[in-house]
């Protein structure tokens, strides 16, 4: 379904055409690709032509997912040589989308690379403090050079340079899409981390992170079921709300710090996790804890950041998780909580087609974050361009 996107008048407007974006989330559970057309702006439809996930292979997400849980590169020639595979299996990704879609490369003007983050450690995260930082891993000149084309990466390090957190980056393609003259809305993401969107009808776009959505669920549930999700909560739904252990798991103090913030796996891991633990405590219990922790730290940063929200638009792994999903709306009984296939959104594609967007902006010369949500100096052209 294609959707109209308001765009302010510039004198270097939007590059129509087709472009593909790619991204792979805190959970490392794959490599989210979408092929996306956009016609011209200033006013510009943008429409999914075709979304895939493409797994990794064994070794290589495991390794991702014990570097996103706190892991250490073991060498200055393993972070080098992971930087090359994960850029071969984006550019991999690529080709299989375009073959996918029945398309050539040379129809795509722009690729929008994520990467795959390895540490995301903004203001005011636990460093040196006058240091921060956010790495994304995926070559941009071997993309370029294995897909064929122009290629757009290293989205984030702009936006930290002018003093903002480097995400969430999403928020200004949900405002595009999604806003509302009508009423007050909020757009979920729920990857390994949630985050918001916050679109009142009028007013300032904002965002933020809100703490775990998926990570902690998924790696719990890996290392006791030996499955990288629990699929529909089922796991969860087999054990009881621990009280004393979701105390102990919001008396985090990050839950209590205002926007903007943000945050990732490697804060919020089983290390995190297995310190607050008595040691006692049975599985399914601990699975339905932090289920309730997810959907706890979601209701209360909107109520608190945006108490008379109307509907919220869920998208990312966690809308497959109807527990999650349906407790979210238990807890905000005076909003519509929705999936945004609803408003014609594949709900798995929504941060790879955002992607999409950041490189046809990046080529365009035009500002991909919102400094609102990020807390930068200012807007900022995001994006490295590497040639095809």
């Known amino acids: 379904m294609p959707h109209r996107i308001s765009e302010p008048a510039s004198e270097n407007p939007s590059e129509p055409g087709l472009y593909l974006g790619l991204i792979s989330g805190t959970s490392a559970d794959g490599i989210d690709a979408a092929l996306v057309r956009f016609d011209e702006s200033p006013t510009a439809h943008c429409e999914l032509l075709l979304g895939r996930t493409y797994a990794w292979s064994p070794e290589l997400r495991?390794?991702?997912?014990?570097?996103?849980?706190?892991?250490?590169?073991?060498?200055?020639?393993?972070?080098?040589?992971?930087?090359?595979?994960?850029?071969?299996?984006?550019?991999?990704?690529?080709?299989?989308?375009?073959?996918?879609?029945?398309?050539?490369?040379?129809?795509?003007?722009?690729?929008?690379?994520?990467?795959?983050?390895?540490?995301?450690?903004?203001?005011?995260?636990?460093?040196?403090?006058?240091?921060?930082?956010?790495?994304?891993?995926?070559?941009?000149?071997?993309?370029?050079?294995r897909s064929g084309i122009a290629t757009v990466a290293d989205f984030r390090r702009r936006d930290i340079a002018a003093g903002g957190h480097g995400a969430p980056l999403v928020p200004a393609f949900h405002a595009a899409l999604l806003h509302d003259a009508d009423e007050d809305r909020a757009v979920l993401n729920l990857g390994g981390i949630a985050n918001f969107t916050l679109l009142p009808a009028r007013g300032d776009v904002r965002g933020f992170d809100t703490g775990p959505a998926n990570a902690l669920m998924d790696a719990w549930c890996e290392r006791h079921r030996g499955q990288p999700f629990d699929a529909d909560?089922?796991?969860?739904?087999?054990?009881?709300?621990?009280?004393?252990?979701?105390?102990?798991?919001?008396?985090?103090?990050?839950?209590?710090?205002?926007?903007?913030?943000?945050?990732?796996?490697?804060?919020?891991?089983?290390?995190?996790?297995?310190a607050r633990l008595r040691g006692d405590e049975a599985p399914a219990d601990v699975q339905a804890t932090l289920l309730e922790l997810s959907a706890r730290t979601v209701a209360e940063a909107l109520r608190a950041q945006q108490p008379r929200t109307a509907r919220v638009l869920a998208c990312g792994g966690g809308v497959r998780n109807t527990r999650l999903l349906a407790r979210i709306a238990a807890l905000l009984p005076d909003a519509l909580v929705e999936s945004t296939v609803a408003h014609g959104l594949d709900p798995d594609f929504v941060e790879a087609m955002a992607f999409a967007w950041l490189a046809r902006q990046a080529l365009a010369g035009l500002p991909g974050n919102v400094p609102s949500v990020t807390g930068a100096r200012g807007p900022r052209v995001l994006g490295v361009l590497y040639p095809a």
Not at 91 to 116: E, M, P
């Open 62 to 145: 495991a390794r991702l997912v014990e570097l996103g849980q706190g892991g250490d590169a073991r060498s200055l020639e393993e972070l080098g040589t992971l930087d090359v595979q994960i850029a071969e299996a984006f550019a991999d990704a690529a080709r299989r989308l375009i073959a996918d879609a029945g398309v050539d490369a040379a129809q795509v003007r722009a690729l929008g690379s994520h990467g795959q983050t390895v540490r995301h450690r903004p203001a005011g995260a636990r460093l040196d403090g006058v240091h921060p930082f956010s790495w994304q891993l995926g070559d941009g000149h071997v993309i370029a050079e």
């Open 233 to 274: 909560g089922a796991f969860a739904a087999q054990g009881t709300v621990d009280a004393g252990l979701l105390a102990r798991l919001l008396d985090e103090p990050w839950f209590a710090l205002p926007p903007p913030k943000s945050s990732g796996r490697e804060q919020f891991q089983l290390q995190w996790l297995q």
